[in-house]
C-alpha cells in the first residue's frame, strides 16, 4: 500500500512541477490577478490530487484542471461575500508580465474589464482553442450560451482596445 501511495505522489509532484507555471499563467488570464490566480491554482491542485487516480487513468489532468480553474474563478465572483481583501493598499507588489506581447497590458486590462463570465469564455475559446461545444462543457452551459458570451466579450474588448486592423478578427464557429 505505500508503494502504492509513493507512485501516486511521485507521479502528481511530477505532473505539478511540469504545469504549474502554465496553470498559473491560465488562472492568471482568466482573473487578472496573480495572489487569486495562485489561490485558483492551488484549489484545483488539492480536488486533483483527490481525484488523480481517476483522472490521471483517463489522461485527462490538463482539462480537469483547468475546468476547476474555470469554475473556482467563476464561483468566486459569484459569492463577493466570500471575498476578503489582504493586505495594505500600496505595499503589496505585482508580480511581472510573464506575457511577452508588447500589448500584454492592454490586452489584459481589456481582460479585466469583461464580466467574470465572459472573460472565462473568451480565455477558454482564444486562449485555449476550445470548440464551442467543449466550452460550453467546461462552463457547464449551453453552446448557444458560450456563443452570445464570446460575441458580448468581443465587442467588450474591441471597445475597450479601440480601432485596430480588422485582419486578425476573432469570429465564433
Do not use: N
Request: some cysteine; hydrophobic content about 40%; charged content about 30%.
Amino acid at each position: 500500500m505505500a508503494t502504492r501511495r509513493s507512485t501516486r505522489d511521485d507521479e502528481f509532484t511530477t505532473y505539478v512541477d511540469a504545469r504549474r507555471h502554465h496553470l498559473r499563467r491560465t488562472a492568471y488570464v482568466i482573473c487578472g490577478d496573480w495572489h487569486m490566480a495562485e489561490d485558483l491554482v492551488q484549489t484545483a491542485l488539492v480536488k486533483l490530487y483527490i481525484a488523480w487516480r481517476r483522472v490521471r487513468r483517463d489522461g485527462a489532468e490538463d482539462a480537469y484542471v483547468r475546468r476547476i480553474i474555470v469554475r473556482a474563478f467563476l464561483d468566486e465572483k459569484r459569492r463577493p461575500w466570500r471575498r476578503e481583501k489582504v493586505g495594505l493598499d500600496g505595499f503589496d507588489m505585482a508580480a511581472p508580465e510573464s506575457l511577452p506581447l508588447e500589448d500584454s497590458d492592454a490586452l489584459l486590462a481589456a481582460l479585466k474589464g469583461l464580466p467574470a463570465r465572459q472573460r472565462a469564455t473568451v480565455v477558454l475559446r482564444y486562449w485555449y482553442g476550445l470548440s464551442v461545444d467543449e466550452t460550453a462543457d467546461d462552463l457547464r452551459c449551453s453552446p448557444g450560451t458560450v456563443k452570445s458570451q464570446t460575441a458580448r466579450a468581443v465587442v467588450g474588448l474591441r471597445a475597450a482596445l479601440g480601432p485596430a486592423d480588422t485582419e486578425g478578427q476573432m469570429c465564433d464557429d
